[in-house]
């Protein structure tokens, strides 16, 4: 299964104040975060976090929160806020960048686009494409209101989604039955 999450900003104690999140302190939002990655996705699935994995901590720091997921295959897109590696020495695995595609396996073949940032216009859109993202803490209603609008455009963000991850198949079953709203260009 594929996973997808993004602004957990663990280690960071201001973000309970500027995103309203329910907890005490940031131990206890750190814990509760990391618990509820590992209750839903399993050691052979796959987590993609589209950036701000932690903020304001030391690179061991994000080494040792990143030990505490049990899943093998925990990938990063990089957002404004995540630490630098140095060549190599990632605890996430591959190369990591800024902006990455999927494709979902047979029968959809529908193509996801991952970027940290939400974007007016993305590779495929017009053809069902679907673009996730973060950044922007909102709640469920922004994707509500995008599905509403024929925008396959959905925020994976901790925050609007109790803090837990979302599953590929609740991104394709969320926007089931929906016509991508067409964009044309003028050249």
């Known amino acids: 299964m594929i996973w997808f999450t993004s602004d957990l900003h663990l280690g960071h104690a201001n973000i309970l104040h500027h995103a309203k999140r329910p907890f005490d302190d940031v131990g206890q939002m750190n814990d509760w975060i990391i618990d509820a990655i590992n209750d839903r996705v399993s050691w052979s699935d796959e987590l993609w976090v ?25 990938r990063l897109v990089r957002g404004n806020h995540d630490v630098r590696f140095p060549h190599g020495e990632s605890p996430f695995g591959a190369e990591l960048g800024y902006y990455d595609e999927l494709r979902t396996n047979p029968p959809d073949r529908r193509q996801l686009v991952l970027f940290h940032y939400p974007i007016l216009d993305w590779n495929g859109m017009n053809a069902g494409s679907i673009h996730l993202h973060g950044h922007i803490h909102e709640d ?28 590929i198949t609740d991104v394709e079953e969320f926007f089931a039955g929906v016509e991508p709203r067409s964009i044309h260009h003028r050249a």
Do not use: T
Request: aromatic share 12%.
């Open 140 to 167: 469920r209603a922004y994707n509500e209101r995008n599905r509403a609008q024929g925008l396959l455009r959905y925020d994976v963000g901790v925050d609007a989604h109790d803090f837990v991850p979302v599953s």
């Open 50 to 74: 589209l950036g701000d994995f932690a903020y304001r901590v030391s690179a061991d720091e994000v080494r040792a929160f990143r030990e505490r997921i049990v899943c093998r295959n925990v």
